[in-house]
């Protein structure tokens, strides 16, 4: 059986859908694929160069790390609220996906699945 602070596994997650530093040697990235499970700490806004948001993270092995989000990630972080505590599931896609700038440039950029562990439904 396992312990209530055992970090649950990503595939025992349900996906989140929404409505709406510099220190590259404590940053914890993705690769195409890959998949973390981690606690949010802490949300750091308008970081760096783009002023995204930094996510202060705990992973499973109880390591302190720096992860970069973004729109899709705050997206759904915002919809689901995580206390510190609670596990979090992030998996970047493995294929990259077009888009569009408001000026009309074209690019591409990888999607990410949100994951949080099941609610009861009786908030």
Do not use: C
Request: no cysteine.
């Amino acid at each position: 059986m396992a312990k209530a602070n055992d970090a649950p596994s990503f595939d025992d997650m349900e996906s989140v859908t929404s409505n709406s530093t510099d220190n590259d040697d404590d940053t914890l990235k993705l690769g195409p694929g890959e998949r973390v499970v981690v606690r949010i700490r802490h949300r750091e806004h308008n970081k760096g160069q783009y002023n995204n948001t930094m996510l202060h993270v705990t992973t499973n092995s109880g390591e302190h790390r720096q992860m970069w989000s973004n729109s899709t990630i705050e997206n759904a972080l915002d919809e689901i609220d995580p206390d510190p505590d609670e596990w979090v599931g992030i998996e970047k896609d493995e294929e990259t996906y077009p888009y569009e700038t408001d000026d009309g440039e074209e690019g591409e950029a990888y999607g990410f699945d949100v994951r949080q562990m099941p609610t009861d439904g009786d908030d």
